[in-house]
C-alpha cells in the first residue's frame, strides 16, 4: 500500500478535520450511500456538461441549421435549438452526451429527495446538524434551479411556456412584479435576454454554488462526525464509528460511480431521454398539447393546475392563482423543510445533541409532520400531472383537478394522523416490553 | 481533548464484519489490474469510435462493458483490502450550531439589514425599473395577417378552424399574437358583437391571462379555448370567460373589421393587455 494514491488518501485522511482530531471516519449504509450517489451524479454531470458547453449556443437568433437531421436540414431555427440538433446529430457521441447528461440529472435530484426525506425521518437534522441540514437544503435548491434552467436552455417548445410561467410568477408579485418581470426577461419574444441568464446560470453561476455548499456540507458532516443508526455493538451517541478513507471509503466510492456510470450508459442506450427533435424548436404562439417542466419542478406546475382561480383585490394588491401556488406554496413548503428541525426544537422541547438515529415512528410529532409535507408535496407533484392522468383514465380533466383540489384538503392531515397513531402505538409496545437484545437488533437495521 | 479513543475491536453487526478485511490474502493483483487493463482498451476503443463518429448504441455499449470491467476491478479491492471499521469518542460539538442557536443580536441586525436593503431596491425598482407596455400593437386599421404576411378574408377561415394572426408589419410578436377563430354558434353577450364579423368570425388575444403560454387548442364541441399549460378553458362564445381550470381573467378579445378590399382588419386594440395579469392593479 505505498502507491501515489495511496500515500496521498493517507496524507488527506490524517489532515482532514481539526488538528489533534482523530483521523476522518467515513460511513456507510443508506446514508452514505445516498449521499455518495449524489456526489458520484454530479461529477458525471459536470464531466458531460463541460464537453457539452462547448457545442452550446445561448442565443435566439435565428440561424440556418445544415446538417444531417432530415427533419430540420435546411431550416430557420433558434441558435439555441440549432446547437442542440448540432450536438445530437452531427458532433460525435453527442447525443450519447446529452442523453447521459439528463439521466444523471434524474438521479442527481431523485438521490438528493431520498436523502433530505430520510434526514427528516430520522431526525438526523437537531443539534449539532442544524447548519447541516440548511447546507443540505441549499443543495436541494441549486439542483432545482439546474433543472429549470436546463430545461430553458435547449430553446425547445416547451421551454418558452416555462420562460413565460416563471415570468408571471414574477410578475404576481404586487408592486414590483411587472417591473421584476421586465427587467429579467426583457419584455416579449424573441429575446437573448432570459435565455442568456439562464445560460450563464447554469454553466457559470450554480456549478461554483453547488460544489462549494456540497464542500461546507461535507465539512460540517466530518466535523460533526456522521449520526448514525443505533447498532448493538457499540453506543453511537457517544462513538462514532466509520471506515479509513483509504482504502475503504475510496475503493467504496469508486465502485459506486463506476457502477452509476455503467447504469446511466445503459439508461442513455435503451430510453431516448433528451431526444428533443420531435418536439421542435420555440415557435411565437404555439404549445403542444402536453406542457411538463422536469419533474423535480412539478410541485410548481401542479399547484399551478390544482389552485382553485381566484382574484381578488387587496390594498391595490391583486391576489391570484399564480401569487398563491407560486410564490405562497413554494415558499411555504422550502421554508416548512428548511425550518422543520427549529418547530421540532420548539415544540417538542428538545435541545439536546442527538447523534444516534431514529426510526421514522420514535416521535410522533415528527412522524405526524413528515407525512403532512411529503403528502402535500407528493399531491402538488402528481397534481403537475393531472392532463395525462386524464387522458390515461380517459375522464374529463376537470374531474381530475377536483380529486386532486379535495385530497390536497384531506390526505395530509389523513396520512399524518395515522402515522402518529402508528408511531403511539410502537411507543406504546415498547414501554410494555422489557427490551430485548432481538428488538435492538431490529433497529440496527 | 476530544480524545482519540480508538476502541481496538467495536464489535460486530450482525451481517457485517468489521475490521480489516479477513480475506487481504486472496487479494489477486492479476484479476485487478488484469480487468482495469481490459477497461483501458475498452477505452482506447471508445474513444476511436468515438471520433469514427460511431451512433450512441454502439458508444454506450462499449461504454457500459468499460465501466463494468472497471467494477469488477473494484469490487475485488473492496471486498479482499477493507482495513475495517474505527471508531472515537465523539468530538465535543456542544459549541456547534451556536450561531443559529442563540445570537439573537445577528439575527436582528441581519434583519433590519435586509428589510431596509429590500424596501431600498423595491423604491428602486418601482420608481426606475421599466414596466410592460400597457396595449400591443394593435391599432384600428391593421390588417390581419398569418405568420408568412397575408392577409385573410373571412372565407379564409373554415367552420371550427383557429389561425393565429399578427398585425401587419409585426408578424411573429408575441404579445400581439391573436387567434382567429370561425364559431359554430353565434357569440352571446358579454362578447364585444360589434367586433364579430361575418356573424361568427371573432378573434382573442393567443396569450392565456393564467400565466402566458400560448392558448393552443380549440374544442369545437362546446366551442372552448383550452391552455395546455395548467388547462384554463374559456368559453369562445361568451368574450372567452374563463369556465374552468385556474384563470380568473378573460382572454382579451380583438374587434374586427372588414376593409373595403374586403379582407379582416383590426378596428382597435384588444380590450385588454394580452397575457397573465399582474400582482399589481393598475389605477
Ligand atoms: S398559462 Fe394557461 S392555464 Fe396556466
Redesign the pocket.
Given at each position: 500500500m505505498s502507491s501515489p494514491i495511496a500515500s496521498l488518501a493517507g496524507y488527506l485522511d490524517r489532515r482532514i478535520g481539526r488538528r489533534a482530531d482523530p483521523p476522518s471516519l467515513w460511513p456507510t449504509g443508506v446514508g452514505a450511500l445516498l449521499s455518495h450517489v449524489a456526489i458520484a451524479a454530479f461529477l458525471v454531470l459536470f464531466a458531460t456538461g463541460v464537453l457539452l458547453a462547448f457545442a452550446y449556443q445561448p442565443t435566439v437568433e435565428p440561424t440556418v441549421y445544415e446538417g444531417s437531421s432530415e427533419l430540420y436540414d435546411g431550416q430557420t431555427l433558434p441558435g439555441a435549438f440549432a446547437s442542440i440538433i448540432t450536438i445530437s446529430e452531427d458532433m460525435p457521441g453527442g447525443l450519447l452526451l446529452r442523453r447521459i447528461h439528463v439521466a444523471a440529472s434524474h438521479l442527481l435530484l431523485l438521490s438528493l429527495v431520498a436523502h433530505l426525506l430520510r434526514v427528516l425521518a430520522t431526525g438526523a437534522f437537531r443539534r449539532p446538524r442544524l447548519a447541516t441540514h440548511l447546507t443540505g437544503v441549499g443543495l436541494m435548491l441549486v439542483a432545482m434551479g439546474f433543472s429549470y434552467t436546463g430545461e430553458i436552455m435547449p430553446f425547445g417548445l416547451v421551454s418558452g411556456?416555462s420562460l413565460?410561467?416563471a415570468e408571471?410568477v414574477m410578475y404576481s408579485l404586487p408592486f414590483v412584479g411587472e417591473q421584476l418581470g421586465t427587467l429579467v426577461f426583457d419584455g416579449a419574444l424573441p429575446s437573448d435576454r432570459f435565455l442568456f441568464l439562464s445560460w450563464f446560470a447554469h454553466l457559470f453561476l450554480l456549478p461554483p454554488a453547488f460544489i462549494a455548499l456540497t464542500a461546507w456540507h461535507l465539512w460540517q458532516v466530518h466535523h460533526r462526525r456522521p449520526a448514525l443508526e443505533p447498532r448493538p455493538d457499540v453506543d453511537v451517541a457517544i462513538t462514532a464509528v466509520g471506515r479509513p478513507l483509504w482504502p475503504d471509503a475510496v475503493a467504496r466510492f469508486a465502485f459506486l460511480t463506476a457502477g452509476l456510470v455503467a447504469l446511466l450508459m445503459l439508461a442513455s442506450i435503451l430510453i431516448p431521454w433528451a431526444d428533443l427533435e420531435l418536439e421542435g424548436p420555440f415557435l411565437t404562439a404555439e404549445a403542444t398539447n402536453s406542457v411538463h417542466p422536469p419533474w423535480p419542478l412539478f410541485f410548481l406546475t401542479g399547484g399551478?393546475?390544482i389552485v382553485p382561480a381566484i382574484e381578488f383585490v387587496i390594498f391595490g394588491v391583486r391576489i391570484t392563482?399564480?401569487l398563491i401556488a407560486g410564490v405562497v406554496i413554494p415558499s411555504l413548503l422550502v421554508g416548512g423543510l428548511a425550518l422543520y428541525p427549529f418547530l421540532e426544537r420548539w415544540v417538542l422541547k428538545d435541545d439536546a445533541e442527538h447523534h444516534r438515529l431514529d426510526h421514522p415512528l420514535d416521535v410522533p410529532f415528527r412522524a405526524g409532520a413528515v407525512t403532512f409535507m411529503t403528502t402535500v408535496a407528493l399531491v402538488f407533484t402528481f397534481g403537475g400531472a393531472v392532463d395525462v392522468l386524464a387522458f390515461w383514465l380517459t375522464v374529463p380533466v376537470e374531474g381530475v383537478v377536483l380529486t386532486f383540489r379535495i385530497m390536497l384538503i384531506t390526505l395530509p392531515f389523513l396520512l399524518a394522523a395515522l402515522a402518529v397513531r402508528a408511531s403511539r402505538r410502537r411507543l406504546a409496545r415498547r414501554h410494555e416490553q422489557v427490551p430485548t437484545r432481538r428488538r435492538t437488533t431490529e433497529e440496527a437495521t | 481533548m476530544s480524545g482519540s479513543l480508538p476502541t481496538e475491536s467495536p464489535g460486530r453487526r450482525p451481517t457485517e464484519p468489521t475490521g480489516p478485511s479477513p480475506r487481504r490474502e486472496d487479494f489477486r493483483p492479476l484479476w485487478v489490474y488484469g480487468w482495469l487493463g481490459a477497461a483501458g482498451v475498452g477505452l482506447i476503443v471508445l474513444m476511436v469510435l468515438w471520433f469514427g463518429g460511431a451512433g450512441v448504441e454502439v458508444l454506450g455499449t462499449v461504454g457500459l462493458l468499460v465501466a463494468l470491467a472497471v467494477c469488477v476491478a473494484l469490487h475485488h479491492v473492496v471486498v479482499t483490502q477493507d482495513a475495517g471499521e474505527r471508531a472515537f469518542a465523539r468530538p465535543d460539538t456542544s459549541g456547534f450550531d451556536v450561531p443559529v442557536l442563540v445570537k439573537r443580536r445577528h439575527l436582528v441586525v441581519g434583519g433590519i439589514a435586509v428589510v431596509v436593503g429590500g424596501l431600498l431596491a423595491l423604491f428602486g425598482l418601482q420608481r426606475f425599473a421599466p414596466r410592460p407596455p400597457p396595449g400591443s400593437d394593435w391599432s384600428a386599421g391593421s390588417a390581419l395577417v398569418t405568420i408568412d404576411g397575408t392577409r385573410l378574408q373571412p372565407g379564409d377561415v373554415p367552420l371550427g378552424g383557429v389561425v393565429t394572426v399578427w398585425p401587419e408589419g409585426f408578424e411573429g410578436t408575441e404579445r400581439a399574437a391573436v387567434m382567429l377563430l370561425r364559431l359554430r354558434d353565434l357569440p352571446e353577450p358579454p362578447t364585444l358583437l360589434d367586433g364579430v364579423v361575418d356573424e361568427t368570425l371573432i378573434a382573442y388575444s393567443r396569450?392565456?391571462?393564467?400565466?402566458?403560454?400560448?392558448?393552443a387548442l380549440y374544442r369545437d364541441v362546446d366551442q372552448a379555448l383550452f391552455?395546455?399549460?395548467?388547462?384554463?378553458t374559456f368559453d369562445a362564445r361568451r368574450a372567452a370567460t374563463p369556465t374552468a381550470?385556474?384563470?380568473s381573467t378573460p382572454l382579451p378579445q380583438l374587434p374586427l373589421g372588414l376593409a373595403p378590399e374586403g379582407h379582416i382588419i383590426a378596428t382597435g386594440d384588444l380590450t385588454a393587455r394580452p397575457g397573465?395579469v399582474g400582482g399589481t392593479v393598475d389605477v
Open positions: 411556456s413565460r410561467i408571471a399551478l393546475r392563482n399564480v | 396569450l392565456c391571462t393564467h400565466a402566458g403560454c400560448a392558448v391552455c395546455p399549460c395548467h388547462q384554463a381550470g385556474p384563470a397573465p
